[in-house]
């Protein structure tokens, strides 16, 4: 069966829906350019006013400044569902890593890769952290643990998502998390507690810092932004502090982490704190992208990616991790891109459950790519969904 979605009637709202999801970040590049430009113009000129020697001096120190480039590479670890992919989307203000509410939607370590000022920062999207029992239940490729482990052994620093939303783990890191800081403690690494919209009790995200960092971050210190330390202060004088059930902070802690940050990747909330931090500590060196780049990866494979995470989110239970997405045509003409996916089914019956009464779903599923491609890629898409069972029944 096949889908013909063209969408050049509807992608007025989408386009629109990608101006808004980019002003911000060009406000701010523009506002931080205005900004250079008037600070600098004053120094020029008031050297200028008072000495010559001194103004070739200070341009000569200016041309320089602006040769010096800084790069950091994150990799982004935790386990599946933690919210990595949509922080990361965030933080860069662009859509690169596709999402879904199901665990496992990212197979394969990817960049995003984000450019402010004279850094660049390059962040590794990766999978879940998993047991062999996980690899084997969800289908998952051989590889899938070997993917993080290569982001983490070319990056600089260690980001380490930790799903506080969720009342049954939040109170302990993943025995694969503290196995793979373990493994790489000799890089550096920080804590992001994530979805912390879900929590009310601001006792209760303090006590979550002790915890899982094992009473070694001073939380009046490093912690989020300044109106956070100063209520966490005044938390720690007093003396109703919750009691964790943890019976051994160090079998679900982390003693080395160098700093925390409280984080909404819905909400946006703590994202600009991370971001400066990452700024501080990058190093100097050449950056390893242009400035336009937001991600490594093919356009092909965006698509197919996008369409499978959509996959995830439309069909129930293990249905969508058996099925397989390839890309079977892309151009790009007149600013359009043109893209055709098929998806392979094990069965004629999945096949049915795909496309649904009349392809009602698969149109819907078609709609939703379409609109997380626009958001990609900035322009029209005119996307194909395919299906085709391997077996008939």
Same mark, same amino acid.
């Given at each position: 069966?096949?889908?013909?979605?063209?969408?050049?009637?509807?992608?007025?709202?989408?386009?629109?829906?990608?101006?808004?999801?980019?002003?911000?970040?060009?406000?701010?590049?523009?506002?931080?350019?205005?900004?250079?430009?008037?600070?600098?113009?004053?120094?020029?000129?008031?050297?200028?006013?008072?000495?010559?020697?001194?103004?070739?001096?200070?341009?000569?120190?200016?041309?320089?400044?602006?040769?010096?480039?800084?790069?950091?590479?994150?990799?982004?670890?935790?386990?599946?569902?933690?919210?990595?992919?949509?922080?990361?989307?965030?933080?860069?203000?662009?859509?690169?890593?596709?999402?879904?509410?199901?665990?496992?939607?990212?197979?394969?370590?990817?960049?995003?890769?984000?450019?402010?000022?004279?850094?660049?920062?390059?962040?590794?999207?990766?999978?879940?952290?998993?047991?062999?029992?996980?690899?084997?239940?969800?289908?998952?490729?051989?590889?899938?643990?070997?993917?993080?482990?290569?982001?983490?052994?070319?990056?600089?620093?260690?980001?380490?998502?930790?799903?506080?939303?969720?009342?049954?783990?939040?109170?302990?890191?993943?025995?694969?998390?503290?196995?793979?800081?373990?493994?790489?403690?000799?890089?550096?690494?920080?804590?992001?507690?994530? *979805?912390?919209? &879900? /929590?009310?009790?601001?006792? %209760?995200?303090?006590? +979550?810092?002790?915890? #899982?960092?094992?009473?070694?971050?001073?939380?009046?210190?490093?912690?989020?932004?300044?109106?956070?330390?100063?209520?966490?202060?005044?938390?720690?004088?007093?003396?109703?502090?919750?009691?964790?059930?943890?019976?051994?902070?160090?079998?679900?802690?982390?003693?080395?982490?160098?700093?925390?940050?409280?984080?909404?990747?819905?909400?946006?909330?703590?994202?600009?704190?991370?971001?400066?931090?990452?700024?501080?500590?990058?190093?100097?060196?050449?950056?390893?992208?242009?400035?336009?780049?937001?991600?490594?990866? *093919?356009?092909? &494979? /965006?698509?197919?990616?996008? %369409?499978?995470?959509? +996959?995830?989110?439309? #069909?129930?239970?293990?249905?969508?991790?058996?099925?397989?997405?390839?890309?079977?045509?892309?151009?790009?003409?007149?600013?359009?891109?043109?893209?055709?996916?098929?998806?392979?089914?094990?069965?004629?019956?999945?096949?049915?459950?795909?496309?649904?009464?009349?392809?009602?779903?698969?149109?819907?599923?078609?709609?939703?790519?379409?609109?997380?491609?626009?958001?990609?890629?900035?322009?029209?898409?005119?996307?194909?969904?395919?299906?085709?069972?391997?077996?008939?029944?």
């Amino acid at each position: 069966m096949e889908l013909l979605l063209n969408n050049f009637g509807s992608v007025n709202k989408y386009l629109l829906r990608f101006s808004k999801y980019h002003k911000v970040r060009t406000a701010n590049i523009r506002n931080y350019s205005l900004s250079s430009l008037d600070d600098n113009s004053t120094t020029a000129k008031l050297s200028a006013t008072a000495d010559p020697t001194t103004d070739l001096a200070t341009s000569g120190q200016k041309a320089q400044h602006k040769r010096t480039q800084n790069s950091l590479h994150i990799a982004v670890i935790g386990v599946p569902n933690a919210g990595k992919s949509t922080f990361i989307n965030n933080l860069i203000n662009h859509r690169v890593c596709p999402t879904s509410s199901k665990v496992h939607t990212t197979r394969k370590s990817s960049k995003a890769i984000y450019t402010t000022g004279q850094t660049q920062l390059v962040f590794y999207d990766t999978p879940g952290l998993v047991t062999p029992r996980e690899i084997k239940r969800h289908n998952l490729e051989q590889s899938f643990k070997s993917a993080y482990k290569h982001a983490i052994q070319h990056a600089d620093i260690i980001a380490c998502m930790h799903d506080v939303s969720n009342s049954w783990t939040r109170n302990a890191l993943h025995s694969t998390v503290i196995e793979t800081l373990n493994e790489y403690k000799h890089l550096p690494s920080f804590l992001i507690l994530n *979805k912390i919209d &879900a /929590l009310r009790s601001k006792r %209760v995200l303090l006590e +979550l810092i002790r915890v #899982l960092t094992n009473n070694t971050i001073n939380t009046t210190q490093s912690v989020g932004n300044k109106n956070q330390r100063r209520q966490y202060k005044r938390i720690e004088e007093s003396n109703d502090k919750p009691v964790t059930n943890s019976e051994d902070k160090k079998d679900v802690s982390w003693s080395n982490f160098q700093e925390v940050f409280l984080v909404s990747s819905i909400t946006g909330s703590g994202l600009n704190d991370i971001q400066d931090y990452l700024t501080r500590v990058a190093k100097e060196r050449s950056w390893e992208y242009s400035k336009g780049s937001f991600t490594d990866e *093919k356009p092909e &494979a /965006l698509i197919v990616e996008s %369409v499978r995470a959509r +996959l995830l989110d439309y #069909l129930p239970q293990e249905i969508p991790y058996n099925l397989h997405s390839a890309i079977e045509y892309f151009s790009e003409e007149n600013g359009t891109i043109y893209a055709s996916v098929e998806v392979t089914c094990p069965s004629a019956r999945i096949e049915r459950l795909i496309c649904g009464e009349s392809n009602g779903k698969l149109r819907q599923i078609t709609e939703r790519v379409t609109s997380d491609l626009v958001e990609t890629f900035g322009k029209p898409i005119s996307l194909t969904i395919s299906t085709r069972s391997k077996k008939t029944e």
